[in-house]
């Protein structure tokens, strides 16, 4: 779906799709977001590997020491620049999550959250791989999906997005068990537990899988 989001959920039409978030999605966002922070000290540089518009980015910059910010859509990460009014800490770079140019152990902070590890179409274990490979001993990795609980929710959000022409029309025969597809080619996954931990467990690493606000489904590991 790299292509579906460069090209038609970037920039305006991206934002447009969180400002029209439902109560429960906007408290799901939310949820998320503050477990990000909890994780963030003011010594931390951190990366955020699908950064879209700066939705997150503008809450990580006064936390931590020094922020970079990934994306493949140009209009995203150009809206990023004035969402975020890019302070000295911000840098902003246009760079495929799953095979980044930034050197081992660059950071104490990777997170790839809003189920980025599904939507970025991109080999997920690849992508897990590099999160991994780019964050210090010590440091925490992040990535999360959604609950099962969340269905109805997330379902619902994808409505309100179709209805107001950003993705296609809902196909519902093809939609369900955590799958929503629309007529025009967007397909939106999830991973489910077992799912994060089998990629863990191909690098050799034991996750800690928490579920936030009933909504999120997170993923975290420390690298050792």
């Known amino acids: 779906m790299t292509g579906y989001y460069a090209e038609k959920l970037a920039g305006e039409r991206l934002r447009a799709c969180y400002e029209l978030a439902p109560r429960n999605a906007r408290r799901y966002l939310e949820a998320e977001i503050d477990f990000v922070l909890e994780r963030v000290a ?3 540089v951190a990366l955020e590997l699908g950064c879209g518009y700066g939705r997150v980015l503008q809450r990580l910059v006064p936390r931590a020491r020094a922020v970079v910010g990934v994306d ?3 209009p995203s990460l150009q809206m990023a620049r004035e969402f975020v009014r890019r302070p ?3 840098h902003l770079l246009a760079m495929d999550a799953s095979h980044t140019g930034f050197r081992n152990q660059t950071f104490g902070l990777t997170v790839c959250i809003q189920n980025g590890i ?3 179409g991109v080999d997920a274990l690849q992508l897990f791989r590099e999160a991994v490979r780019i964050t210090r001993s ?3 990795v992040l990535f999360s999906s959604y609950t099962t ?3 109805q929710d997330r379902l619902e959000w994808f409505e309100v997005q179709a209805a107001h022409g950003l993705i296609g029309e809902i196909d519902y025969e093809a939609t369900g068990d955590g799958v929503i597809a629309c007529k025009d080619g967007f397909r939106a ?3 489910k537990p077992d799912d994060f931990k089998g990629l863990a467990a191909s690098l050799g690493l034991l996750p800690r899988m928490v579920e936030v606000g009933g909504s999120s489904l997170f993923c ?3 690298v050792p």
């Open 72 to 74: 493949t859509a140009l």
């Open 149 to 151: 609980g969340f269905w």
């Open 138 to 140: 010590g440091g925490r």
């Open 189 to 191: 996954t999830t991973m």
């Open 88 to 90: 000295r800490s911000l």
């Open 220 to 222: 975290e590991v420390v």
């Open 118 to 120: 599904c939507a970025f």
């Open 42 to 44: 003011p010594s931390t």
